[in-house]
């Protein structure tokens, strides 16, 4: 064979680690072919489960292409270890340094309650205890001028008490760093001289935003994953190493784009919602493909359900939001983030979730779910209570040999007991049971989405839906239904459906900065120079995660609103020189804005800047994905029929079951029909038309509404 | 219709709260009212067409337990279903009739199907202004508080009242917003009518409310039912202005009924703290609820078994033209003392006594612009048997402190600190919890104007089954102690504390 012969092909991979299963999928470049592996995650090591996922895609892909010497050119990582690491408390000891008279803000928070009717609420406790907060004397003015400097000695004071504090970590958060870090760099530096092996985080640098207590929270929970974070992907960054020499190792962040291993040691608060947003991403990549701007992404797995709104094919972003919290779908039970991130909202336990009859006598499904161990009843584990998936697998829609492409067997004789003794309670057939529990779930995630899609002001029916995660083509066409959202689509490995997301990720940073001034009387120097430090950090961090200059896309952002509102209203506009010449732009589109949200504007009233953002991102690209292994084949494959229940017939009927990737593109199929895959199954329950569009995805339009 | 059963109910059932769940998000959203979209000041209501309530906005608060399906109910008195057309929206702000104070607004619409009337859609939302005087305590009557809009017909077949608009735009401060908050209430009951419709095409909307409101009160009276019959008394005291308010409280549990009675608190009072009945309902309601049966949904069948009275002319029973606007500070303070009257019969879930919020209201004009801010502080709450009081926790309302850089941004003051006051909850085998400790310094460069709501400063919050009281709320000027009840001007340098109350203890130490 001679050197001219030999092709390199460039292979990405993306891993993700999920509660249940670590989800690997390498795409080789040129022709988009994918190939997926999927293995227990390893929670003792979660980089063990990275290691065995990599490894098989590597020997699937040299054993497809004899031929082909794989050269991994990147591995782009999500993970939920950071998630895991606050709900678990296993953090690292952390300290906390304060402005003098604040030592308690961590502790007071805001003083709401979460829900009104609950006498016995829990309360999230603080992550550092009150005995390692430290108050220094120190003052800035809300301006930021110094009030009352930073005296040496005073400092000198405070590492001597940090020394005896035994910490792992600090937090610093000093009142009105937002708006200047002067003080805060000064401790910064001075720990990080005395005590070079702590991680130190500060808060001017995570989350330089008003509002003292979310600031402090953030930096806060920042210092108290940083240690485990750092070791983890130092320890990662070598088994990749050894696996794939050269290829850099890049990490999804929460608001929809990717990161530096090294940004992200240092800011492992990004990480915290990386694998939701991978999903996301990847039910944008799809609907992008096949020009659709508008959807509601849906993603269902075994342990939780999804939605997230994205519009003008770009997800909703949130600049705040909550993680682990103590009551699951209760807003405002955990601890806040100030932290951009893609505004998705959970919308049920997903597949786990538990039937049981309430106090009024009324069939209810979850919030309790049975989790991944011991799972639904048909899981043969050991769980009893009847869930979602043996409701499913009752009504044909699960294949009992299908599931995770017959490796897992499921038990129809438990799914039919767990449901009997309901059944029994309810004086109702255990179909009826089944049916309900499956109509009830779909009604509860159909009426969160509802509410979420209300609150970002549109309407339902505007939407297509997009389905990902196992459970999420199971149930996608009737809460379609229920929202009456004509059309679904199903995205190729809808079971691997992060790793896709991971792997259309552009490179992305966030910046900001809290300083609330009225437009008329923005220092515009000011804020050029700090847009000049923030977007020279910004670009380090882009170029460090292997972005290229010409490809960046800057936007600035502003949070605006009438001087003395209390919610504000985000402005985006593409970069431009700042100077004073921004501000009738900046105002014309918060009122653009504003008019959208509100209908009119406030006559009279003075429009002010909260806070700026800054953000860089690459472009994003479309990303075309193809089975590189044997699943597509020449002709449409029947495997027979099989009962199902017809909702709309309210009883069982038999219908054809495909082999989904059996049907190639430019196929049609009439609904009902059942299109199975190793992963996940599309049950369309109803009339509709079922298209395989170019890219293998799936678009079911439907006919039968109520 | 086929009869419901456990599983279609519960699906026609959720999807009508989604619905209300759905208009309510819309209208928050669209508020201009900071209270609505900060506190929740609002709810969302369907009724059947007699004015009875099927489903509410699951976030709103206890203010508004049991009002609107009254509201709607008057509203129909005036103007009886057959003089209902299509489009027709009522409005009113009557307290009476309302919510208690003219500050919510109140709007029904009745929905339409097959030209019959089957529900009505109604919204009541803090507006962002009423006119008349700024909302404080020391008001004499209603004519001061502001515009009062009995029951009118704002839409007419879908056509505006404009000499009714005009007549509320000219008598606010900000019509813009407060209009503005009115079409958005519109809106949602539109919405909810559009939503509804595609259900009522196979669904009989009395006959599923009848059931939703059967299931409710059968929970309600079963969780009654749990409780011993007897008469059970709690007295407390409000701090009152030149003499303390008295709350008397009776409660009486027969079989699965709960009757609240009032007799024996203060006469009403020439101040705007007056509790109307439909409050007075509210508040006992929420009370019984969340001790009894907090997962009992809020609708008219759950709150059945209860009945609440007082006499006319009391605090809880006002005569008209009683003031109201800040009906909360005497109303908030019958959950505790319903809640102290039941401690002995329900030892389990019983609470000690803990303090609703305070707050400092700042205005002035600094470097030659005017200013105005407000910071909520909350107390010590009360002990358990199972748990210490919570440290600080909005209760019975729901207002979150003001951060202090918001603070320091909005008004020219210096916070030197925000603390828990240590020890200043009762003692016990459980601990009341802790009040705040919160000091600011002015640094104004002209006369700051500052008004304090301070509450159990005199009377401390009572522990249950031995334990200690907490300590009493205080206010210090430069170290000097001051009456909350005046208006205060401070100068640059000035210092003030202020302390809220400790909650009380549970058991002895």
């Not at chain 1, 229920?482 to 259309?504: E, F, Y």
């Not at chain 1, 910046?511 to 923030?534: C, F, H, M």
């Not at chain 2, 906005?57 to 003089?83: D, N």
Request: aromatic share 6%; glycine share 10%.
């Amino acid at each position: 064979m001679t050197a001219g012969k030999t092709k390199v092909n460039r292979i990405r991979i993306a891993v993700d680690i999920g509660g249940t299963f670590t989800d690997g999928l390498a795409v080789i470049a040129p022709g988009g072919r994918i190939w997926v592996s999927k293995t227990l995650t390893t929670p003792h090591d979660p980089g063990e489960a990275v290691t065995s996922v990599i490894a098989d895609l590597l020997k699937q892909i040299t054993a497809a292409r004899r031929a082909a010497k794989p050269h991994v050119t990147e591995v782009v990582h999500g993970t939920t270890l950071v998630t895991n690491t606050l709900v678990e408390r296993k953090g690292a000891r952390t300290g906390l340094i304060v402005t003098k008279g604040t030592r308690d803000v961590l502790t007071i928070a805001r003083e709401i309650r979460y829900d009104l009717y609950d006498l016995n609420l829990e309360i999230p406790q603080p992550l550092v205890a009150e005995d390692k907060r430290l108050e220094v004397d120190e003052r800035l003015d809300a301006q930021g001028n110094v009030v009352t400097p930073l005296a040496a000695a005073e400092l000198d004071r405070l590492l001597d008490s940090l020394a005896g504090l035994d910490v792992a970590a600090v937090a610093v958060c000093l009142l009105h760093a937002y708006v200047s870090d002067v003080h805060e760099k000064q401790i910064e530096a001075a720990v990080r001289k005395r005590f070079p092996r702590l991680a130190v985080a500060v808060s001017s640098g995570i989350a330089r935003e008003i509002r003292e207590y979310e600031r402090m929270s953030t930096t806060v929970c920042n210092a108290y994953v940083q240690p485990l974070v750092a070791e983890y992907l130092n320890r990662l960054d070598a088994r990749v190493h050894d696996l794939a020499p050269g290829a850099p190792l890049r990490i999804m962040v929460s608001s929809g784009g990717f990161t530096s291993g090294k940004a992200a040691a240092e800011t492992p608060i990004l990480l915290l919602e990386s694998g939701p947003a991978g999903g996301v991403l990847s039910a944008l990549n799809t609907a992008r493909n096949n020009g659709i701007a508008e959807i509601l992404a849906f993603d269902m797995g075994g342990t939780t359900a999804k939605a997230c709104v994205a519009v003008g094919a770009q997800p909703l972003i949130a600049h705040s939001f909550e993680c682990a919290r103590v009551s699951r779908f209760k807003r405002g039970s955990g601890l806040p983030i100030l932290m951009p991130s893609i505004d998705l909202i959970e919308i049920g336990a997903g597949g786990g979730s538990i039937a049981h009859v309430n106090n009024l006598g009324l069939l209810n499904v979850g919030p309790a779910s049975s989790g991944a161990v011991p799972g639904p009843a048909c899981y043969g584990l050991g769980g009893t209570a009847a869930t979602v998936t043996d409701a499913d697998l009752m009504l044909g829609y699960l294949n009992p040999d299908n599931f995770l492409g017959g490796e897992m067997k499921l038990r129809t004789d438990l799914a039919r007991t767990a449901l009997a003794g309901l059944a029994a309670e309810l004086k109702l057939t255990p179909t009826a049971v089944a049916w309900g529990i499956c109509n009830i779930v779909n009604e509860n995630m159909a009426a969160a989405a509802r509410i979420h899609i209300a609150e970002k002001g549109h309407d339902p029916r505007e939407f297509a839906m997009v389905a990902t995660g196992g459970a999420g083509p199971v149930h996608a066409v009737e809460v379609a239904r229920k929202l009456r959202i004509p059309r679904v689509l199903a995205t190729i490995a809808a079971g691997a459906g992060s790793c896709l997301g991971l792997l259309a990720a552009p490179a992305r940073v966030d910046r900001s900065w809290s300083n609330p001034t009225l437009v008329a009387e923005i220092d515009w120097g000011k804020v050029a120079q700090v847009y000049g430090e923030l977007r020279a950090d910004a670009e380090d961090e882009l170029k460090s995660a292997g972005a290229r200059d010409v490809t960046l896309k800057w936007r600035i952002g502003a949070e605006m609103r009438y001087a003395g509102q209390g919610h504000n209203v985000s402005v985006t506009l593409p970069w431009r020189n700042v100077t004073s010449a921004l501000a009738p732009a900046l105002i014309r589109e918060f009122e653009r804005c504003y008019r959208r949200f509100y209908g009119h504007l406030v006559p009279n009233a003075t429009p002010q800047v909260i806070t700026w953002r800054l953000t860089g991102c690459s472009v994003v690209k479309r990303h075309k994905f193809a089975w590189g292994d044997a699943r597509v084949s020449a002709q449409a494959i029947m495997r027979g029929k099989r009962e199902i229940y017809l909702p709309l017939k309210q009883k069982f009927g038999a219908v054809t079951v495909y082999d989904r990737y059996s049907l190639k593109p430019g196929s049609r199929v009439a609904g009902p029909v059942i299109l199975e895959e190793r992963e996940s199954t599309l049950v369309v329950p109803v009339a509709a038309d079922v298209k395989i569009l170019p890219d293998y995805t799936v678009a079911v339009t439907i006919r039968e509404f109520e | 219709m086929k009869k419901l059963d456990p599983v279609s109910l519960e699906i026609q059932w959720k999807r009508l709260v989604s619905m209300v769940d759905e208009a309510s998000a819309a209208f928050v959203r669209t508020s201009f009212s900071v209270l609505v979209r900060e506190a929740n000041d609002f709810a969302v209501v369907l009724t059947d067409a007699q004015g009875r309530s099927i489903a509410q906005s699951v976030l709103s608060i206890p203010s508004f337990i049991g009002t609107l399906p009254a509201t709607v109910k008057h509203f129909l008195a005036r103007f009886p279903p057959h003089t209902l057309k299509p489009g027709d929206v009522m409005i009113t702000n009557d307290p009476w009739m309302g919510t208690g104070h003219i500050h919510d607004v109140n709007i029904a619409m009745p929905i339409f199907h097959k030209g019959r009337i089957v529900a009505f859609a109604a919204v009541v939302s803090h507006m962002p202004d009423i006119g008349g005087r700024i909302r404080n305590a020391g008001i004499r009557d209603i004519y001061e508080e502001g515009l009062q809009i009995p029951r009118l017909k704002l839409l007419n077949a879908g056509k505006p009242d404009q000499n009714l608009l005009d007549m509320i735009g000219r008598n606010v401060r900000v019509p813009e917003q407060t209009l503005g908050d009115i079409w958005a209430q519109i809106a949602a009951c539109k919405m909810l009518d559009e939503r509804l419709q595609p259900l009522l095409r196979d669904t009989d909307l009395a006959a599923l409310g009848g059931e939703i409101r059967a299931r409710s009160e059968a929970a309600m009276r079963k969780a009654i039912r749990a409780v011993p019959a007897g008469t059970y008394h709690a007295q407390t005291q409000h701090d009152g202005f030149e003499e303390p308010i008295l709350i008397n409280c009776t409660v009486q549990v027969k079989g699965d009924r709960l009757a609240i009675d009032y007799t024996g608190s203060s006469p009403q009072v020439p101040r705007a703290v007056n509790v109307v009945p439909i409050y007075t309902f509210a508040y006992s309601a929420f009370a019984v609820k969340a001790l009894l049966c907090p997962d009992v949904p809020n609708n008219e069948g759950s709150f059945m078994p209860i009945s609440t009275s007082a006499p006319l002319g009391s605090i809880f029973n006002p005569r008209y033209p009683a003031a109201s606007g800040g009906r909360g500070m005497i109303g908030h303070m019958m959950v505790p003392a319903i809640m102290m009257a039941l401690a002995d019969v329900v030892r389990e879930r019983a609470i000690a006594e803990g303090s609703s919020n305070s707050s400092i209201t700042v205005t002035g004009e600094h470097q030659g612009r005017p200013y105005a801010a407000v910071n909520f502080m909350n107390a010590g709450q009360g002990a358990t048997g199972h748990r210490d009081g919570y440290t600080m926790l909005s209760f019975p309302s729901n207002l979150s402190n003001t951060p202090i850089e918001i603070f320091e941004q909005m008004a020219p003051v210096r916070v030197i600190e925000r603390s828990i006051r240590r020890g200043s909850g009762g003692a016990g085998r459980h601990r009341g919890g802790d009040g705040l400790h919160f000091e600011i310094e002015v640094v104004a460069d002209t006369p700051m104007m500052a008004s304090m709501i301070m509450t159990r400063f005199r009377t401390a919050p009572q522990g249950i089954f031995g334990g200690a009281p907490g300590k009493v709320g205080g206010l210090l000027l430069n170290g000097k102690s001051i009456d909350p009840a005046d208006h205060w001007v401070l100068k640059k340098g000035d210092r003030v504390v202020m302390e809220t109350a400790g909650g009380g203890g549970c058991g002895a130490a």
